[in-house]
T-cell receptor, first 114, second 117 residues
Framework: AQSVTQLDSHVSVSEGTPVLLRCNYSSSYSPSLFWYVQHPNKGLQLLLK??????LVKGINGFEAEFKKSETSFHLTKPSAHMSDAAEYFCVVSGGGSQGNLIFGKGTKLSVKP | EPEVTQTPSHQVTQMGQEVILRCVPISNHLYFYWYRQILGQKVEFLVS????????KSEIFDDQFSVERPDGSNFTLKIRSTKLEDSAMYFC???????????????FGPGTRLLVL
């Protein structure tokens, strides 16, 4: 069965400093992995996705994530945080099948201090 | 850029009442989904729908729930007799099937916040 664990429920950084949001997954096959972001009172927006192509995936707003099979990780990073990055971030794994359901992590709330 | 829309944004209802949550998926998408997020908990899959029938559903999606695509554009989730524990944010999503040159990425709507009193 597929699962995803987000290691931090809350991360706080200062504006201009790097962001690291950690995610580990468990999957019985080669997974598709996603990061979604949810700003307050907004829907879930796709940041980036990994689907067995390049292991370093670039997304929107300067975010990127690296798929590391040996570590079963898919951490999300950004070199320099911006105030507008404050939101909740979800690591997601595809549940299986060609159009499977998505399995969400618990989410990491990112705060950005001025 | 096309997007998934949902109405209403908020709904308050009395326990035992029926509610219908509406979604308009992206127009060329063929797979449709409902998820829910109870306050403070994970986003959970409810159901997926393709070719006018349910393709997959979770344990949460019991006989109180039903989905329908009544007119080729809307996709609805009906809760027949709401319970207090149905209070949650409900998200609709849609995607293009991989086999038709699409990808499995699901695009989400902004959600409907349902409060059952």
């Amino acid at each position: 069965a597929q699962s995803v664990t987000q290691l931090d429920s809350h991360v706080s950084v200062s504006e201009g400093t790097p962001v690291l949001l950690r995610c580990n997954y468990s999957s019985s096959y080669s997974p598709s992995l996603f990061w979604y972001v949810q700003h307050p009172n907004k829907g879930l927006q796709l940041l980036l996705k990994y689907t067995s192509a390049a292991t370093l995936v670039k997304g929107i707003n300067g975010f990127e994530a690296e798929f590391k099979k040996s570590e079963t990780s898919f951490h999300l990073t950004k070199p320099s945080a911006h105030m507008s990055d404050a939101a909740e971030y979800f690591c997601v794994v595809s549940g299986g099948g060609s159009q499977g359901n998505l399995i969400f992590g618990k989410g990491t709330k990112l705060s950005v201090k001025p | 850029e096309p997007e998934v829309t949902q109405t209403p944004s908020h709904q308050v209802t009395q326990m035992g009442q029926e509610v219908i949550l509406r979604c308009v998926p992206i127009s060329n998408h063929l797979y449709f989904y409902w998820y829910r997020q109870i306050l403070g908990q994970k986003v959970e899959f409810l159901v997926s729908f393709y070719n006018n029938e349910i393709s997959e559903k979770s344990e949460i999606f019991d006989d109180q729930f039903s989905v329908e695509r009544p007119d080729g554009s809307n996709f609805t989730l009906k809760i027949r007799s709401t319970k207090l524990e149905d209070s949650a944010m409900y998200f609709c999503a849609s995607s293009v099937p991989q086999g038709l040159g699409g990808e499995e990425t699901q695009y989400f709507g902004p959600g409907t916040r349902l409060l059952v009193l």
